[in-house]
């Protein structure tokens, strides 16, 4: 499972408190190397950085962004947001050797999709794929469904890898309506069934927006998701229960021969105490 780490982004409140924001603003270099460090450390393989919230300063923050998390970090960034000029400068102070960029996201929509095209084949980025377009986001899951294969064939007839495409289902609060969790499972699997070399990733945290006992909801559609071939998941790495369930669904998915992840992490005391 290819972890995401989501934590470095402005929206991010903690106690109502837009902490993330705040330490961006001031250019806090330790605050945010300390939730690269602790992210890392706690098994995310991408650190998504995310400035959305800053609009007019958000190229000039992702591009600060990006060089702090390379001081702190030894992992690849998702580059999260549409905006070309922030994508441009961010991409631009990017140093490969990190790994290969992912960018978060593109989308079917005429003018994204020509804006951020170029950035992934120029940097031959990982890129995620949301499932949506000029007329927005279907709630109607084969229309959905739809839209995210034609922007896999589009990406892929433009020469993107198909191991290169992360297709998004586009995840909504449980709260908007009882169905929206099947019918984003449903999806999840058919794009597997057409694409077996698709990826198929999430925002996980959004399933639970506006509900209580937040955890409870993220954990339970993870594993629901992963079960209909979920590969990726942007998500909170420093919820040690929920890492500990996707090494243990993993295993239970035959997607960890011998246990052997499942048991290293288990030695490694990742299972301490739950
Ligand atoms: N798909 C793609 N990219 C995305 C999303 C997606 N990027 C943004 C978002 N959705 C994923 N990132 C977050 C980050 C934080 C939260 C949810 C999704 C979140 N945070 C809690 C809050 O703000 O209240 C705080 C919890 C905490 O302590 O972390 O809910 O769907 N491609």
Known sequence: MLI????INTSRKVKGEPV???AVVNRDADYIKDLAVKQFEAGATYIDINA?????????????????????????ISFDTPNPAALARALKAYDPSKGQPMI??????????SNV????LDYKAKVIALAMDDSGIQQDPAKRLAVAKNLVEKLSDAGVPMDDIYVDPLTFPIGTGSDVAVA????????KAEYPEV??????????????????LNQAMTVLAMGRGLDAGILDPNDRYLMALIYATEALLGRDEYCM???????EGAFEGL
Do not use: C, Q
């Not at 800053?54 to 690849?76: C, H, I, R």
């Not at 978060?104 to 999709?113: D, G, K, M, Q």
């Not at 990826?199 to 209580?212: C, D, E, K, T, Y």
């Open 52 to 76: 959305g919230t800053l609009t007019s300063g958000e190229p000039e923050a992702l591009e600060w962004l990006t060089k702090v998390v390379m001081e702190a970090v030894d992992a690849p």
């Open 104 to 113: 978060n996201s593109i989308t079917a929509e005429s003018e994204r999709y």
């Open 184 to 191: 984003m499972l449903d999806i999840i699997e058919k794009i």
């Open 199 to 216: 990826h198929v990733i999430a925002g996980l945290s959004n399933i639970s927006h506006g509900m209580p006992a937040r955890k409870l």
């Open 4 to 7: 995401v780490g989501e934590r």
């Open 117 to 120: 095209l170029p950035f992934v």
């Open 20 to 22: 993330v924001e705040r």
């Open 261 to 267: 992840n499942y048991i290293t992490k288990s030695r």
